[in-house]
């Protein structure tokens, strides 16, 4: 069985950068298509990255682009999301996803106070 666990939000100032990480059982990455994904209070979801890291395509949605980087970790079969220059427009819930699938982390929420 598939799970992701995100971990790593937290309450921040504008400004600030957090590093949010995505674990990954019974699979790994390297097989999947993966997207990081948020959802804020009263709006729909938002695709914040996708990408393949064999391929080594990554996809940044505007919002986020020259903010945001993902890395990842292979021993330890993880991946991060780098949040640089934090605005309080990217206060949300943070998913981990492979969304073909249908795998879907808990969430993690990044709150950034102005």
């Known amino acids: 069985e598939v799970q992701l666990v995100e971990s790593g939000g937290g309450l921040l100032q504008s400004g600030a950068s957090l590093r949010l990480s995505c674990s990954l059982s019974?699979?790994?990455?390297?097989?999947?298509?993966v997207g990081w994904f948020r959802q804020a209070p009263g709006k729909e979801r938002e695709g914040v990255v996708c990408?393949?890291?064999?391929?080594?395509?990554?996809y940044y949605g505007d919002p986020v682009k020259g903010r945001f980087a993902v890395s990842s970790d292979h021993a330890k079969n993880t991946v991060y999301l780098q949040m640089n220059s934090l605005k309080p427009e990217d206060t949300a819930v943070y998913y981990c996803?492979?969304?073909?699938?249908?795998?879907w982390g808990q969430g993690t929420q990044v709150t950034v106070s102005s």
């Open positions: 996803s492979v969304p073909r699938f249908g795998y």
């Open positions: 019974g699979g790994t990455f390297d097989d999947y298509m």
């Open positions: 990408f393949s890291l064999p391929d080594r395509v990554f």
